[in-house]
């Protein structure tokens, strides 16, 4: 078991470090730690039982993973903040849905799903803008999405499926709060970018603000933020049932689209979102 600890300890460390050089190791890392070691009296006697075991093949793999997964909580809770990372939880969980969006700045009104199912034009619910240009865009968003990545992913849906969510997102330089609405009975879902950050930089970052659903398929969501009156590159954020997510700027809606059914890259491949809970984030025993 000892072994076990050493190994772990040493491969956090070394995790942390090759995530981002320029991570600092602060409280969120070691709270991570201990995480590990909560397990009840049986699953620690079966982790002494396996002994070297864990250590060879795909349970090896698994230990690393996890162990990575535990690196990126630690520094994402370290930038964030604990507090601050359990009020978005807090408030995705249980404030009413007039005042979460409230609190990102949206100017709320209803948009009965009725409304939508018999609107010709979505873009005269979202936009004031009529430009051919707005009305190209606007002919690519789903109104009535229902989350299918949510209720099809094996981690997205485990343990079980949630019509509320906070999700934790991060590339190599950024990370992303995202609130998911889906319990709305007489207003449509909602997707809201709550909180932006940067590891280490001082540019500017994005607002609070609701997003766009361009796609909505078991394997794939698209988000979007709202374009002003000149489509100018636009934020996207692309998040895969496998927990795998993108965020690109571009002008090119349709080629977001196809990026989004290619294979992500080596780099892309360490960018992640979890699904976040009160402590942390929900890290799956083979994530």
């Not at 359990?86 to 009104?109: A, E, R």
């Not at 078991?218 to 374009?227: E, N, S, Y």
Request: aromatic share 10%; hydrophobic share 35%; with cysteine.
């Amino acid at each position: 078991m000892n072994k076990i600890i050493i190994i772990f300890l040493l491969s956090l460390i070394f995790n942390i470090s090759n995530t981002n050089n320029s991570y600092a190791i602060g409280g969120g890392v070691f709270k991570s730690i201990f995480k590990l070691f909560s397990k009840n009296a049986d699953e620690a006697t079966s982790a002494i039982k396996q002994g070297d075991e864990v250590l060879n093949g795909s349970k090896a793999k698994n230990v690393e993973l996890s162990t990575n997964a535990l690196a990126e909580e630690g520094s994402i809770l370290n930038k964030i903040g604990n507090d601050t990372h359990q009020s978005y939880y807090k408030s995705s969980k249980n404030d009413s849905l007039t005042s979460i969006m409230s609190k990102h700045g949206v100017k709320f009104k209803k948009v009965g799903k009725e409304v939508v199912d018999n609107s010709d034009n979505i873009y005269d619910l979202f936009s004031n803008g009529t430009s051919s240009e707005q009305k190209k865009f606007y002919s690519y968003i789903i109104a009535n999405w229902v989350g299918k990545i949510y209720r099809f992913s094996d981690y997205f849906n485990n343990p079980e499926y949630q019509n509320r969510n906070l999700l934790v997102c991060k590339n190599l330089t950024e990370i992303f709060y995202f609130t998911i609405l889906m319990d709305n009975k007489n207003d449509i879902n909602r997707a809201l970018l709550t909180e932006h950050q940067y590891f280490n930089s001082t540019e500017k970052t994005l607002p609070k603000q609701e997003l766009l659903v361009l796609r909505d398929d078991q394997h794939v969501k698209i988000m979007a933020i709202k374009p002003g009156d000149e489509l100018n590159a636009m934020d996207f954020f692309t998040i895969y049932d496998n927990q795998h997510f993108m965020h690109d700027q571009s002008t090119d809606v349709e080629k977001i689209f196809i990026n989004a059914d290619n294979k992500p890259n080596d780099i892309a491949k360490n960018n992640k979102c979890y699904k976040a809970n009160d402590n942390g984030l929900m890290i799956a025993s083979n994530n």
